[in-house]
T-cell receptor, first 110, second 114 residues
């Protein structure tokens, strides 16, 4: 079992729809959770960070964390073609150990 | 604020040759990471420094890879000798601290071993 698992994808949604990206993790000592976006040929860029259970909203993006279920998700509302990218989930433990999932590729069709 | 700087951007070498990558983190960031990203996979942590001390190098192939962060700022990652399977993008990232802080990435170095 991988330490951080994401939807295998690819995920395709029409423009204006909600895209839902999911991530599960195995280390119960994980305390910090991050979503990165990576365009093809580019380096990852941070979208959201979340540290406590519940929802965190930033513009069209909402991160959701459920530590009991060891689950974190990212919702993208009103998806735009420019959101087409690979989304990486990263998890960091209390000791500072950082692990990335393999990413989910999202395509938003005009 | 300047971001994480990496060089070179691209490198092509033959197997068994050596190569070195350089990284300059965001000013004030104590934690520096080197990741290897193979096409289609997420970044894999090779080594993590806190200032000039190593926090985690459990996934660094120490028979061929080495890294240092002298004076707690710049860092270099070296591969000697390179293998075909080392072809990947090498990403450097930095964060303010070890725990609970976001990491910011440089542009990466794309290494091709032929």
């Amino acid at each position: 079992q991988k330490e951080v698992e994401q939807n295998s994808g690819p995920l395709s949604v029409p423009e204006g729809a909600i895209a839902s990206l999911n991530c599960t993790y195995s280390d119960r000592g994980s305390q910090s959770f991050f979503w990165y976006r990576q365009y093809s040929g580019k380096s990852p860029e941070l979208i959201m960070s979340i540290y406590s259970n519940g929802d965190k909203e930033d513009g069209r993006f909402t991160a959701q964390l459920n530590k009991a279920s060891q689950y974190v998700s990212l919702l993208i509302r009103d998806s735009q073609p420019s959101d087409s990218a690979t989304y990486l989930c990263a998890v960091k433990t209390n000791a500072g150990k950082s692990t990335f999932g393999d990413g989910t590729t999202l395509t938003v069709k005009p | 604020e300047a971001g994480v700087a990496q060089s070179p951007r691209y490198k092509i070498i033959e197997k068994r040759q050596s190569v070195a990558f350089w990284c300059n983190p965001i000013s004030g960031h104590a934690t520096l990471y080197w990741y290897q990203q193979i096409l289609g996979q997420g970044p894999k942590l090779l080594i993590q420094f806190q200032n000039n001390g190593v926090v985690d190098d459990s996934q660094l192939p120490k028979d061929r890879f080495s890294a240092e962060r002298l004076k707690g700022v710049d860092s270099t990652l070296k591969i000697q000798p390179a293998k075909l399977e080392d072809s990947a993008v090498y990403l450097c990232a930095s964060s303010l601290g070890v725990v609970g802080t976001e990491a910011f990435f440089g542009q990466g170095t794309r290494l091709t071993v032929v």
